[in-house]
Each structure stands twice: as structure tokens, then as C-alpha cells.
């Protein structure tokens, strides 16, 4: 008898699932793609990521940066207002948004969301 014609005892281990969890679905089954894609895209809504919003830069010396002291006003490239840019892991523009006052923190009014390929 071969591994393959043994079955699996009860409560044992199956083939891999889509889940992940012991949900019985086999990962290669056939069946309904549509299925194994929500199961994909539901996993994918609990991986955490980094959003970073962009509100400008400047380019300064080494010189200029070692002489900054607390109270010093570093100038940026951006004027106040303006839209700023929302990052996912500090690469790709997802969104523009306007910076707004949450209590004693800052927050982004999204205003537009970034279409695939648009930056």
C-alpha cells in the first residue's frame, strides 16, 4: 500500500485547505474559482500594511541639517493646503487626501482614490 491509497484517519489531517484553518476545502479542488477567490481575498483582509502619508520634502546639505536646532522650520516642497499623497508600504500612491485636525492628532480627508497604473 502507498501513502496515496491510505486515507486519512479520522480526525487526521486531509489535503491543504483554502482556508487554512481545517475548513475541509481542499486547495486544489475543483469547483467554483469565484469561491476560492473570496476565500483568497478574505485572507488578504487581515494582513496588515504600512500607509504612510506624503506631505513633502526638501533637500538640504549635511551642513545645513547639523546646525538645525528644536524650533528650527524645515521648509517644504508643498504648499499648505495642497492635496498630499497616501502610500502603501512607501511605494505605491493609493489615494490623495486633504490633512485635517482629529482633536490633538492629524488625519487625511481622502478625496480621490488612485486607479491602477495612475500616479
Do not use: H
Amino acid at each position: 500500500m502507498t501513502m496515496s491509497d491510505a486515507a486519512p484517519a479520522a480526525g487526521g489531517a486531509g489535503p491543504a485547505t483554502a482556508g487554512g484553518a481545517g475548513d475541509g476545502a481542499p486547495f486544489d479542488a475543483p469547483g467554483d474559482p469565484g469561491q476560492l477567490l473570496a476565500v483568497r481575498q478574505e485572507q488578504f483582509r487581515s494582513v496588515a500594511v504600512e500607509v504612510t502619508v506624503w506631505i513633502g520634502k526638501t533637500r538640504k546639505t549635511l551642513g545645513e541639517l547639523a546646525q538645525l536646532r528644536p524650533g528650527d522650520v524645515i521648509e517644504l516642497d508643498s504648499a499648505i493646503g495642497a492635496p498630499v499623497e497616501i502610500l502603501l508600504n512607501r511605494e505605491v500612491v493609493i489615494a490623495r487626501g486633504d490633512v485635517v485636525d482629529v482633536g490633538d492628532q492629524y488625519g487625511v480627508r481622502i478625496t480621490e482614490i488612485v486607479s491602477n497604473g495612475e500616479e
